[in-house]
């Protein structure tokens, strides 16, 4: 019989571990493994830069459930997917890095793209591990892979020598990995619980925080039936829209600042305290909030305010525990003055937000942009179908259309994420086609129920379009030149994806409105006379950059749009089109000014009165 060589049984081992799709870029000697493993039917997407593949695999562990695969090479490879790996460590994102490297004999004389990638990524992964002979290439995987994979999910790696990929040995009795259970999901205590119940029922201004956790947990129908029998008012994080339709009447985003006062008792729910959520602390929150905190991962219990009770579990298994023991009960909201003040802040904010969507300027703005792109896209699929996957990055663009886009469905919003990564959107997008649509007729792997994916997925995430979710980007145009060459990846492999390109000329905001002013500046900036006493500014992009002509140069479909009827008409033409399509939304530059995400906008500094709860009481603040 024919040797078999390392990579075949690299390929192998992965098949035997369930993966049908690895991100990456090859190159000598890894490209033998991808060779390898598309012979076993398992799909590689080869994308323009390490980075977005980095990008691509993490955020694919946290649609599927399992974790996602990158393939690069090694020196420069991993350098460059050194991004993805802290996308998924700060994001709970399972991910397995797989990487090339110099023949084992030729470490440390300086051989071809070396580097001690395992002493480089044990601090930043779960699990860093160089197999030495061809036997413990399969346990190597196995390990990383549930490294990956259990606990608080995460990033591992795997180097592999060239002398292992490239090298034979007889093809009798060859080894390989077997398939690894779902992780084991950790329930609450009873007196834990008992607890829990007791401290919820005296709650006057309860609140339910529900982040990207409880999406990754796949915990949405259990929410849900916590949510209509307790009729606490809830509020979800970026990516944590949709766990709850956002039409739901007890959502209380548009009414965010005032939730976080105001809350007495808060129940997160795969929610972390982090900058996101102002740290658990006043003044954004009242300073006598307590916090019931559930999290799979027990380093978390108690960050940044342990004022409460944590509980290291899993959200699907702990959510049925509590409706359980609530055994009914429900918050009055009839007789609450904390939810009149919800609904009175709800209604002011959705007042001024449709106000801004319905301006009529040239150029547009970004919300009424992001409006037209809206109410266009829900025309052609309704928001309840789940048909939509959207994708968004930029610090105007994310921030506005986070509130726009409305979701019924979870992780069919992904953004920037924990770290605001900027340049993640490409990378996505193409992650999220692959997810849920697969390549060809094959569906995706989130949507047929694969191991760690509820059988249920689909009815949970919507079924849309057949089965197929169309994915629609909406990327600022800074964010957007991180990794636009991968238009061409999705072009390659047949995705029509939809990506909206809000142009203001600029990173948060841009320098002029017209071409003549812009030059002037471009001019004094080189130096040459101008009338413009100041040149470009550090936040300066291009003026109008046709990037819809990254979309025509690969076949696919581009459109610069400038005014709301050319919006409208762009969003259905890309929306049918069949193919990738790049509209250029060409807005106004804004307003210049301090630079900060809108929703994270800094205040003063607590004082020590204000980080003190009000002795003796255990409930709200002064302000109800």
Same mark, same amino acid.
């Given at each position: 019989? +024919?040797?078999?060589?390392?990579?075949?049984?690299?390929?192998?081992?992965?098949?035997?571990?369930?993966?049908?799709?690895?991100?990456?870029? %090859?190159?000598?000697?890894?490209?033998?493994?991808?060779?390898?493993?598309?012979?076993?039917?398992?799909?590689?997407?080869?994308?323009?830069?390490?980075?977005?593949?980095?990008?691509?695999?993490?955020?694919?562990?946290?649609?599927?459930?399992?974790?996602?695969?990158?393939?690069?090479?090694?020196?420069?490879?991993?350098?460059?997917?050194?991004?993805?790996?802290?996308?998924?460590?700060?994001?709970?994102?399972?991910?397995?890095?797989?990487?090339?490297?110099?023949?084992?004999?030729?470490?440390?004389?300086?051989?071809?793209?070396?580097?001690?990638?395992?002493?480089? #990524?044990?601090?930043?992964?779960?699990?860093?591990?160089?197999?030495?002979? !061809?036997?413990?290439?399969?346990?190597?995987?196995?390990?990383?892979?549930?490294h990956a994979w259990y606990g608080r999910p995460g990033p591992s790696f795997i180097d592999?020598?060239?002398?292992?990929?490239?090298?034979?040995?007889?093809?009798?009795?060859?080894?390989?990995?077997?398939?690894?259970?779902?992780?084991?999901?950790?329930?609450?205590?009873?007196?834990? #619980?008992?607890?829990?119940?007791?401290?919820?029922?005296?709650?006057?201004?309860?609140?339910?925080?529900?982040?990207?956790?409880?999406?990754?947990?796949?915990?949405?129908?259990?929410?849900?039936?916590?949510?209509?029998?307790?009729?606490?008012?809830?509020?979800?994080?970026?990516?944590?829209?949709?766990? #709850?339709?956002?039409?739901?009447?007890?959502?209380?985003?548009?009414?965010?600042?005032?939730?976080?006062?105001?809350?007495?008792?808060?129940?997160?729910?795969?929610?972390?305290?982090?900058?996101?959520?102002?740290?658990?602390?006043?003044?954004?929150?009242?300073?006598?909030?307590?916090?019931?905190?559930?999290?799979?991962?027990?380093?978390?219990?108690?960050?940044?305010?342990?004022?409460?009770?944590?509980?290291?579990?899993?959200?699907?298994?702990?959510?049925?525990?509590?409706?359980?023991?609530?055994?009914?009960?429900?918050?009055?909201?009839?007789?609450?003055?904390?939810?009149?003040?919800?609904?009175?802040?709800?209604?002011?904010?959705?007042?001024?937000?449709?106000?801004?969507?319905?301006?009529?300027?040239?150029?547009?703005?970004?919300?009424?942009?992001?409006?037209?792109?809206?109410?266009?896209?829900?025309?052609?699929?309704?928001?309840?179908?789940?048909?939509?996957?959207?994708?968004?990055? @930029?610090?105007?663009?994310?921030?506005?259309?986070?509130?726009? !886009?409305?979701?019924?469905?979870?992780?069919?919003?992904?953004?920037?994420?924990?770290?605001?990564?900027?340049?993640?959107?490409?990378?996505?997008?193409?992650?999220?086609?692959?997810?849920?649509?697969?390549?060809?007729?094959?569906?995706?792997?989130?949507?047929?129920? %694969?191991?760690?994916?509820?059988?249920?997925?689909?009815?949970?995430?919507?079924?849309?379009?057949?089965?197929?979710?169309?994915?629609?980007?909406?990327?600022?145009?800074?964010?957007?030149?991180?990794?636009?060459?991968?238009?061409?990846?999705?072009?390659?492999?047949?995705?029509? %994806?939809?990506?909206? %390109?809000?142009?203001?000329?600029?990173?948060?905001?841009?320098?002029?409105?017209?071409?003549?002013?812009?030059?002037?500046?471009?001019?004094?900036?080189? @130096?040459?006379?101008?009338?413009?006493?100041?040149?470009?500014?550090?936040?300066?992009?291009? !003026?109008?950059?046709?990037?819809?002509?990254? +979309?025509?140069?690969? @076949?696919?479909?581009?459109?610069?749009?400038?005014?709301?009827?050319?919006?409208?008409? +762009?969003?259905?033409?890309?929306?049918?089109?069949?193919?990738?399509?790049?509209?250029?939304?060409?807005?106004?530059?804004?307003?210049?000014?301090?630079?900060?995400?809108?929703?994270?906008?800094?205040?003063?500094?607590?004082?020590?009165?204000?980080?003190?709860?009000?002795?003796?009481?255990? @409930?709200?603040?002064?302000?109800?």
């Open positions: 019989m +024919a040797p078999c060589t390392g990579a075949q049984i690299i390929a192998r081992s992965l098949r035997s571990l369930g993966v049908t799709v690895i991100f990456g870029i %090859v190159g000598i000697p890894v490209v033998d493994i991808a060779e390898e493993a598309i012979n076993l039917g398992i799909k590689f997407i080869g994308f323009r830069n390490e980075q977005a593949a980095g990008y691509a695999a993490s955020v694919y562990g946290y649609l599927t459930g399992r974790p996602g695969v990158c393939l690069v090479v090694g020196g420069p490879g991993v350098l460059h997917a050194i991004p993805g790996i802290g996308n998924s460590s700060i994001n709970a994102f399972p991910l397995l890095l797989l990487a090339g490297s110099a023949e084992t004999h030729l470490t440390s004389k300086g051989a071809f793209q070396e580097l001690d990638a395992i002493s480089f #990524l044990t601090p930043h992964t779960k699990l860093a591990l160089r197999p030495s002979f !061809f036997d413990a290439i399969p346990d190597a995987l196995q390990d990383a892979y549930r592999l020598p060239a002398d292992i990929i490239q090298g034979t040995l007889p093809s009798t009795d060859l080894p390989t990995a077997s398939l690894i259970p779902s992780p084991p999901k950790p329930s609450a205590d009873e007196l834990t #619980l008992f607890k829990v119940v007791q401290l919820l029922k005296t709650a006057q201004a309860p609140l339910i925080v529900i982040g990207k956790g409880a999406a990754y947990a796949r915990a949405s129908q259990q929410i849900r039936a916590l949510i209509t029998q307790t009729q606490i008012p809830f509020l979800p994080t970026p990516m944590g829209k949709g766990v #709850l339709p956002d039409s739901h009447q007890l959502n209380a985003a548009s009414a965010r600042s005032t939730a976080l006062q105001e809350a007495d008792i808060v129940l997160l729910l795969g929610a972390r305290l982090n900058w996101i959520l102002h740290f658990g602390s006043p003044p954004k929150w009242s300073p006598n909030a307590r916090f019931i905190r559930i999290d799979v991962a027990a380093e978390e219990l108690g960050k940044n305010n342990d004022n409460g009770i944590s509980i290291q579990a899993d959200i699907s298994t702990f959510v049925p525990q509590l409706l359980s023991h609530l055994q009914n009960w429900s918050y009055n909201l009839s007789t609450s003055p904390y939810t009149s003040q919800l609904l009175a802040a709800k209604d002011k904010n959705l007042t001024a937000a449709a106000e801004k969507a319905n301006e009529k300027t040239v150029p547009m703005t970004h919300s009424a942009a992001l409006a037209a792109i809206e109410r266009t896209l829900s025309s052609l699929s309704p928001p309840d179908e789940g048909g939509i996957v959207y994708v968004s990055e @930029g610090a105007n663009t994310m921030d506005l259309s986070r509130s726009i !886009f409305p979701v019924s469905h979870p992780r069919l919003r992904i953004d920037a994420g924990t770290h605001a990564t900027m340049g993640v959107g490409m990378g996505y997008a193409i992650a999220a086609h692959i997810a849920y649509n697969g390549l060809g007729s094959q569906l995706g792997e989130a949507m047929v129920g %694969v191991g760690g994916v509820d059988a249920d997925v689909s009815g949970e995430i919507g079924k849309g379009m057949g089965g197929r979710k169309k994915v629609v980007c909406l990327e600022g145009d800074s964010a957007f030149g991180f990794s636009g060459m991968e238009v061409e990846t999705m072009a390659r492999y047949g995705m029509d %994806v939809l990506i909206f %390109v809000i142009n203001n000329g600029g990173v948060y905001h841009g320098d002029a409105d017209d071409r003549g002013f812009w030059n002037d500046l471009q001019r004094s900036t080189l @130096g040459q006379h101008s009338e413009a006493a100041k040149g470009l500014r550090s936040t300066s992009l291009g !003026f109008q950059t046709q990037y819809q002509d990254l +979309a025509t140069m690969v @076949g696919g479909l581009g459109i610069e749009a400038h005014t709301i009827e050319e919006v409208e008409q +762009a969003t259905r033409k890309g929306y049918k089109s069949g193919k990738v399509c790049v509209v250029n939304v060409i807005v106004g530059k804004g307003k210049g000014g301090k630079l900060e995400f809108g929703w994270q906008a800094s205040s003063k500094k607590p004082t020590a009165a204000e980080r003190e709860p009000e002795k003796g009481k255990g @409930g709200r603040g002064s302000k109800l």
